[in-house]
């Protein structure tokens, strides 16, 4: 038997349509060039060139490493900064072998439900203020990117997009999205490298089939400068890749590796692959993290041509802390653990080494 479809009353009696009145009362957004004129990028020629020697690493045309390293998501901007001019005297010291890149990410991707990162709710309070969160956030990617550092950073709502891509470098599409067709139509018009991480499962069919979508081009809604939804046309990435993050097993090992080399070739696609040292390949425990470089390291230190880069989750202190603490440390992450400082620089330095055996073998 046929259930009859309510009627539009039926529905307007269980959810009401917004009346004029409740949307007057809705929260106007800056438009993204308002943004950037309240929050500028200086100098903005620099994102252009790190852009041009992140995708030179990844095709292998500068023999140096890629490392994406920062914390899980940034949730409090003072202690980021302190922690990126950390960064910043590590990858200048270390940039004959590493392109350093900080993991600036502002958006958290949830299962379910919790705190969705700073720029929706900069409060980590569970409390929604997006308007302010957008100022917030592209003050501290200004600031970062002032450091000198390449900046990587996670895009979760396409929406958001236009007003932080203009300071990126080197963009993520996660686990979570990789599937999505609206992320890989925005990574088709990113102009950045753009890594695909494999879906939580651990399988990286979809992620592959994600970096050949990208790199087509595609015709795809965003908003302009002035915050008007517009038609954007794409010309295709022609710097997506693989990111290997794990799944409910690691992923990291040399056969691993070495499938998702043939994977790629089977697919038309360069075997260039970025490995993401935390997430499954650590089962989410900061202190599995350095055994999972220190391999990479041998591998790429073998020589292994493949091995574009590697992915750190470091922040100032070790460990993580729950979102809703009655006091939260700035120092320490609200999301993923992480690793400290401290631990971090001696696998900055191992994976230059690393970097420096396979480029310059004998020397």
Request: net charge negative; aromatic share 0%.
């Given at each position: 038997m046929t259930r009859p479809l309510p009627a539009p009353a039926d529905l307007a009696a269980v959810r009401p349509l917004p009346t004029p009145a409740d949307l007057a009362t809705a929260h106007p957004l800056p438009t993204p060039a308002e943004l950037a004129s309240a929050?500028?990028?200086?100098?903005?020629?620099a994102v252009a060139r790190h852009r041009d020697t992140v995708a030179a690493v990844l095709a292998r045309r500068d023999p140096r490493l890629l490392v994406v390293v920062g914390p899980c998501s940034v949730h409090d901007t003072t202690a980021g900064l302190e922690y990126a001019a950390l960064l910043a005297d590590?990858?200048?010291r270390l940039a004959d072998d590493l392109v350093v890149v900080l993991r600036a990410y502002l958006e958290k991707p949830r299962t379910v439900t919790g705190w969705t990162g700073l720029l929706t709710a900069p409060s980590v309070d569970g409390k929604g203020d997006l308007a302010r969160g957008l100022?917030?956030?592209r003050s501290f990617l200004?600031?970062?990117?002032?450091?000198?550092?390449?900046?990587?950073y996670e895009f979760v709502d396409p929406a958001l997009a236009p007003y932080v891509a203009d300071t990126v470098s080197w963009a993520a599409i996660g686990a979570r999205t990789v599937a999505s067709q609206p992320h890989r139509h925005l990574a088709s018009w990113l102009?950045?490298?753009?890594?695909?991480?494999?879906?939580?499962?651990?399988?990286t069919d979809t992620a592959i089939a994600a970096v050949r979508a990208a790199a087509h081009a595609h015709t795809l809604?965003?908003?302009?400068s002035d915050g008007r939804l517009t038609t954007l046309q794409s010309a295709g990435n022609p710097d997506a890749h693989l990111v290997l993050r794990g799944g409910p097993a690691p992923n990291y090992d040399r056969a691993s590796i070495?499938?998702?080399?043939?994977?790629?070739?089977?697919?038309g696609l360069p075997e260039r692959i970025v490995v993401d040292a935390s997430h499954g390949n650590s089962g989410k425990d900061h202190n599995r993290q350095p055994a999972v470089v220190a391999?990479?390291?041998?591998?790429?230190?073998?020589?292994?041509?493949?091995?574009?880069?590697?992915?750190?989750?470091?922040y100032l202190s070790d460990g993580r802390q729950d979102p809703d603490a009655r006091v939260l440390r700035p120092d320490v992450s609200v999301t993923d653990s992480c690793l400290g400082w401290s631990r971090t620089e001696p696998l900055l330095e191992g994976l230059a080494l690393a970097s420096r055996r396979r480029s310059r073998p004998g020397g």
């Open positions: 929050h500028p990028l200086t100098p903005a020629a590590a990858a200048e100022h917030l956030g200004t600031e970062a990117a002032a450091t000198g550092l390449p900046l990587a102009p950045m490298p753009v890594g695909m991480k494999n879906c939580v499962s651990g399988s809604p965003g908003l302009s070495a499938r998702a080399r043939s994977a790629l070739a089977a697919s391999d990479l390291a041998g591998q790429i230190a073998d020589g292994d041509p493949s091995l574009a880069g590697v992915m750190i989750e470091s």
